[in-house]
Protein backbone atom coordinates (compact mmCIF):
# COMPACT_ATOMS: atom_id res chain seq x y z
CA UNK A 1 0.00 0.00 0.00
CA UNK A 2 1.27 3.59 -1.32
CA UNK A 3 2.10 6.08 1.39
CA UNK A 4 -1.16 8.04 0.20
CA UNK A 5 -3.06 4.98 0.34
CA UNK A 6 -2.23 4.67 3.76
CA UNK A 7 -3.06 8.55 4.86
CA UNK A 8 -6.64 8.08 3.14
CA UNK A 9 -7.40 5.33 5.59
CA UNK A 10 -5.75 6.47 8.66
CA UNK A 11 -7.57 9.87 7.74
CA UNK A 12 -11.27 8.36 7.61
CA UNK A 13 -10.59 6.22 10.38
CA UNK A 14 -9.77 9.61 12.30
CA UNK A 15 -13.07 10.65 11.08
CA UNK A 16 -12.43 12.82 8.52
CA UNK A 17 -14.59 12.81 5.36
CA UNK A 18 -14.48 13.43 2.64
CA UNK A 19 -10.80 12.96 1.78
CA UNK A 20 -9.81 13.59 -1.62
CA UNK A 21 -6.29 13.38 -3.44
CA UNK A 22 -5.47 16.63 -4.87
CA UNK A 23 -2.19 15.50 -6.10
CA UNK A 24 -2.25 15.31 -9.77
CA UNK A 25 0.44 13.88 -12.50
CA UNK A 26 1.48 16.98 -15.26
CA UNK A 27 2.19 15.53 -18.77
CA UNK A 28 5.53 17.08 -20.48
CA UNK A 29 6.38 16.05 -23.47
CA UNK A 30 8.60 12.97 -22.77
CA UNK A 31 7.99 13.01 -19.03
CA UNK A 32 5.67 14.80 -16.39
CA UNK A 33 6.08 15.93 -12.72
CA UNK A 34 3.67 15.86 -10.32
CA UNK A 35 1.75 19.07 -9.07
CA UNK A 36 0.42 19.29 -5.04
CA UNK A 37 -2.18 21.55 -4.26
CA UNK A 38 -0.63 25.21 -2.73
CA UNK A 39 2.47 23.32 -3.75
CA UNK A 40 2.60 20.67 -0.87
CA UNK A 41 -0.86 19.15 -0.30
CA UNK A 42 -1.34 15.56 -1.11
CA UNK A 43 -4.82 15.10 0.77
CA UNK A 44 -7.55 17.46 1.45
CA UNK A 45 -9.68 16.44 4.11
CA UNK A 46 -12.92 17.72 6.07
CA UNK A 47 -13.53 17.04 9.39
CA UNK A 48 -17.20 16.97 10.92
CA UNK A 49 -15.75 19.47 13.56
CA UNK A 50 -15.15 21.89 10.93
CA UNK A 51 -11.36 21.51 10.33
CA UNK A 52 -9.72 21.48 6.88
CA UNK A 53 -6.84 19.53 6.50
CA UNK A 54 -4.28 19.73 4.09
CA UNK A 55 -2.15 16.22 4.41
CA UNK A 56 1.47 15.65 2.67
CA UNK A 57 2.16 11.78 2.64
CA UNK A 58 5.57 10.41 2.14
CA UNK A 59 7.92 7.47 3.44
CA UNK A 60 9.04 8.09 6.54
CA UNK A 61 12.90 8.60 5.80
CA UNK A 62 11.37 11.55 3.69
CA UNK A 63 9.79 13.49 6.71
CA UNK A 64 12.32 15.73 6.81
CA UNK A 65 12.97 16.68 3.07
CA UNK A 66 9.06 17.42 3.31
CA UNK A 67 8.88 19.50 6.46
CA UNK A 68 11.38 21.38 5.09
CA UNK A 69 9.33 22.30 1.50
CA UNK A 70 6.71 23.22 2.97
CA UNK A 71 7.98 25.62 5.69
CA UNK A 72 10.27 27.39 2.60
CA UNK A 73 7.02 27.47 0.08
CA UNK A 74 5.43 31.07 -0.21
CA UNK A 75 1.94 29.54 0.06
CA UNK A 76 2.69 28.18 4.02
CA UNK A 77 1.45 31.78 4.94
CA UNK A 78 -2.00 32.58 3.59
CA UNK A 79 -2.83 28.56 3.87
CA UNK A 80 -2.33 29.10 8.03
CA UNK A 81 -4.31 32.20 7.75
CA UNK A 82 -7.08 30.47 6.47
CA UNK A 83 -7.22 28.26 9.16
CA UNK A 84 -6.03 24.90 7.27
CA UNK A 85 -4.41 22.75 9.07
CA UNK A 86 -1.28 21.48 7.94
CA UNK A 87 0.49 17.76 8.49
CA UNK A 88 3.06 15.74 7.30
CA UNK A 89 2.39 11.45 7.21
CA UNK A 90 6.01 9.80 7.35
CA UNK A 91 5.34 5.84 6.41
CA UNK A 92 7.20 3.08 7.98
CA UNK A 93 5.42 -0.04 7.08
CA UNK A 94 2.05 0.61 9.34
CA UNK A 95 3.14 3.01 11.55
CA UNK A 96 2.81 6.51 11.13
CA UNK A 97 4.72 9.70 12.15
CA UNK A 98 3.09 12.74 11.74
CA UNK A 99 4.24 16.34 12.21
CA UNK A 100 2.08 19.59 12.23
CA UNK A 101 3.05 22.35 10.57
CA UNK A 102 0.04 24.87 11.22
Not at 8 to 21: A, F, H, T
Not at 90 to 99: A, F, H, M, P, Q
Request: charged share 30%; hydrophobic share 30%; with cysteine.
Amino acid sequence: MSPTQRSLKKLREDGYEPVEIVEKYVRTGAGGFRKDLFGFCDLLALHPNGEILCCQTTSRSNVSARVKKIEDHPNLDIVRKCNIRIVVHGWDKDRCREVDLS
